[in-house]
């Protein structure tokens, strides 16, 4: 039986590709997840993490246009009136936004696209596309949080402060999320988003929007 018979007799057709948003506070390992999550050589297949951008200093160790685009206030403004973003926010005093045209290409590709974006960002996904999955990684303590972003070494003392005030928010939103993942053991988050991810695919309704 040919692909298109099966679809034919089951109604169910193509797969267009899904959102997953990922959102949690700063320092809980969001980036080692979707890391060990879609690496090679292991990686999961038929998935892709969006580069967004941003207007906050590169880090040590971040290329443009693979860890972020890098932009300067004025042309995230000039960007944002014409429209390039699907949703823009207001980070720890930096602009963060998804770009919206390369989503629609990946997605029509039948290829799933994961969006690693704060708490505001992606209130606003949920809005624009109903049927993305939000999944909130959530740390074992704020100790824990505080403590890993201190030995990253990437922000000053006070941007850890402003970014542990900003955990204590997000993390009061984590039930308007459809998933939580603790990120306590990398391997056992990582194995329940795949579990995740794997399970959308596989929902019955979900497949016949192609
Ligand atoms: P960082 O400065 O640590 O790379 O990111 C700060 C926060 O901004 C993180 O929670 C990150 O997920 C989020 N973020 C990154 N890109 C975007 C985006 O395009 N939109 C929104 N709303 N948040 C983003």
Not at 148 to 171: F, H, P, W, Y
Request: contains cysteine; charged residues 25%; aromatic residues 6%.
């Amino acid at each position: 039986m040919h692909r298109a018979d099966l679809h034919a007799i089951t109604g169910i057709t193509s797969r267009q590709g899904r959102v997953f948003v990922v959102s949690g506070p700063s320092g809980v390992g969001k980036d080692a997840v979707i890391r060990e999550l879609i690496g090679a050589p292991a990686g999961l297949p038929g998935i892709q993490r969006l580069v967004t951008a941003t207007t906050r200093p590169q880090r040590r160790g971040e290329t443009d246009g693979v860890d972020y685009h890098f932009l300067t206030p004025d042309e995230f403004t000039k960007r944002e009136a014409s429209g390039w973003f699907l949703e823009t926010a207001t980070f720890v005093g930096h602009r963060y936004g998804t770009p919206l045209a390369p989503i629609a290409d990946i997605l029509k590709a039948g290829i799933d696209v994961i969006l690693k974006i704060e708490t505001h960002g992606a209130r606003e996904v949920r809005r624009r596309i109903p049927d993305a999955r939000l999944v909130f990684v959530m740390p074992l303590s704020l100790e824990a949080l505080e403590s890993r972003l201190m030995s990253r070494g990437t922000e000053s003392a006070a941007d850890i402060a402003k970014r542990v005030g900003e955990a204590e928010r997000e993390i009061a939103s984590a039930h308007e999320y459809d998933f939580v993942v603790v990120n306590d053991h990398l391997c056992v988050a990582v194995d329940e988003l795949r579990a995740i991810i794997l399970a959308e695919r596989c929902r019955v309704g979900a497949s016949a929007h192609g």
